[in-house]
């Protein structure tokens, strides 16, 4: 057998789900995920969304109430927009790991090893997707104790939570990309803070569209937080009917923005990983 030939058997071996990945993905998996319960991390992931919930309604459910939003309640039409950031609040913390993992020379260590070099983005990304479980959770548990029903059949209430999960793992890959290309975890939660707050201000989130000015109106409703707000809305219903049929045509850009978001992070991730390999 030839060098070459060698070297692609290897690379094939390598690429397969062999037992020893799954065990290495599996130990990585749990190196990530037995910190964040023992040094409270998790805790943050429980309280966020409480904090998301507390900060919108307070101070919006009169004076929305009173502008009007056609919903049966402020909490059934915010409700969207505390999910999306919980999803925006792991995603933070998935580019932090991921920069700190860089930084360290973590990532190094692994490319020395004879691990392929997906296994710790993998891990990581398993890590986040438990982190994203337990805020969607804690956002769900918030929301209801204002006020918030599913008010559609048992499908809907499933889309609801699996766009939900999707979205988040769209947003935690994207994340992860930005943090091993910053390789700052300072840097990386500063850049990271500002684009949620900024398009869920912007949003049909916490407000309609037709309460905004004219000119921004356009941006507001088409820019991808509110098409995930309509998207969730409508799967979530609402008594009065008001949310939204639930049609491809309405379902379509939400699925289609956290596509694109997943494929062109995937692709980054693996050219950045292979690169090192």
């Known amino acids: 057998m030839t060098a070459a030939t060698a070297d692609n058997a290897g690379w094939l071996t390598s690429a397969r789900a062999t037992p020893a990945t799954l065990r ?52 059934q ?28 020379g973590l990532d190094r260590r692994f490319d020395a090893m004879p691990m392929h070099p997906l296994v710790p983005t993998a891990a990581r990304l398993s890590a986040n997707v438990f982190r994203l479980v337990i805020g969607l959770i804690s956002a769900l548990i918030c929301t209801h104790f204002i006020g918030f029903r599913f008010e ?11 766009l939900g999960l999707l979205i988040g793992i769209a947003f935690s890959l994207g994340a992860d990309v930005i943090g ?16 949620p707050l900024i398009l869920g201000m ?37 008594s009065l009917g008001h949310a939204g049929e639930v049609t491809w045509a309405l379902m379509t850009p939400p699925l289609l923005w956290a596509a694109a978001i997943i494929v062109v992070s995937l692709y980054f991730t693996v050219r950045l990983n292979m690169k090192r390999s």
């Open 152 to 162: 559609g059949p048992a499908s809907h209430t499933i889309g609801f939570v699996l």
């Open 24 to 75: 290495q993905w599996w130990v990585l998996t749990v190196r990530l995920i037995v910190p964040s319960i023992t040094t409270g991390e998790i805790l943050t992931a429980i309280a966020a969304p409480a904090t998301f919930t507390i900060s919108f309604y307070i101070p919006l459910n009169r004076i929305m109430s009173f502008a009007g939003t056609g919903f049966s309640s402020y909490a």
């Open 77 to 104: 039409f915010m409700t969207p927009i505390v999910i999306l950031q919980a999803a925006a609040f792991t995603a933070i913390s998935a580019a932090f790991r991921a920069a700190t993992d860089m930084v360290s």
């Open 180 to 195: 091993t290309v910053t390789k700052s975890p300072e840097a990386t939660t500063q850049m990271l803070v500002l684009p």
């Open 202 to 238: 912007l949003s049909t989130g916490l407000a309609p569209a037709t309460q905004f000015p004219h000119w921004v109106q356009p941006f507001v409703r088409n820019q991808p937080v509110s098409q995930f707000a309509y998207g969730l809305r409508a799967l979530g219903g609402d």
